[in-house]
């Protein structure tokens, strides 16, 4: 059991394990949506002043703000204790193909260093994808209201059709960025 | 004990977005390749289960188990062009930041500390948004 948690969890554990906190979540009254704690911290450091989006009572948001919270300490915890090897074994051909586009270190770990390693931080053209990347994802959530927690699994379990409309979106901007505009800008 | 709860399933969904690699870039490159069958199948299982757990919750009208009130599921409000648009930017940032607003967290904690970048981006993304409202599309 302890050398299976260990390794990289397979899809088939993986999925019904998402699952369960989303069980957890509705169970204990709660809705399963990560990217509200976005809008929570906008109204936590005063931004309904002026914007009536985020004239809202926050305070009562606060549990999310607490699991989002706990995610970075299980973050910690898998990463420390719970792992023999952090590299991400994905298919050769991604390896290939990304090895071609400099990152080199594909297959190896479990973030490509170009973006995500301490040197990223000196890095205009790393500072630049990250600030892009995280930008459109908080907006396009809040714009589609949800992310894959609140419309991938929340929503879709629940069989909403706007939520399917949402995650073929996600799939059609994914797709356009990935196949056309990274190769370039990595 | 409310905190403690809700802190202890945080790090149950941190622990299992890093264990499950739903966290790492290099997986969401490979799924928008379609070269492997892992973040689907991921997604698809907690589909699956998610949809049974939905449906017994609302058809045996489960109460919560904190204060005992109702479960209330609510649906999505109708329409589809702030869920198309919203969805293609979600994309645009989720390819090109491997992270969604899940397991950003995950991955601060996991020590990739130029995470902090896409949060803070993340967060001016979503006061733009509020920003805007009223003028875009919904």
Redesign the interface.
Known sequence: MIEF?LQ????????????????????????FG??S???T??AAMG?GKN?S??QFDWKAQR??L??????????????NF??TS?A?A??P??IL??NEMGILD??QS???EK????N??GSVK??F?????????????????????G?????????????L???????????????F??PI?L | MRTLLYFSIGILFGITMFKSEAASWFRIYEMFQFNAFHMYGIIGSALFCGAIITFLLKKFKVNSVVDGEPIVIPNKESGWKRYLFGGIFFGFGWAISGACPGPMFTVLGAGFLPIVVVIAAATLGTFCYGLLQKRLPH
């Open positions: 948690l990289p969890w397979p899809w088939y554990f993986s999925g019904p394990m998402i699952a369960f906190v989303l069980f957890l979540l509705l169970w204990t009254g709660k809705s990560m990217s704690n976005l809008r911290l906008c931004a914007l989006f985020f549990w999310n607490v699991v989002a919270t706990g995610a970075v300490l299980g973050g910690f915890i898998a990463a719970l792992s952090t991400v994905i298919s051909a991604t193909q990304l594909a297959g479990y973030m490509p973006l995500f390693g301490l990223a931080f790393s500072i994808l990250l600030s892009l990347g995280g930008f459109f994802v908080g907006f396009g959530a809040r714009y589609a209201g949800g992310c894959t927690s419309h991938a699994i929340s929503g879709l379990s629940n069989f909403q059709l706007p939520s409309i949402a995650v073929i979106g996600f799939f059609v901007g994914g797709l356009i960025v990935n196949h505009i990274l800008l």
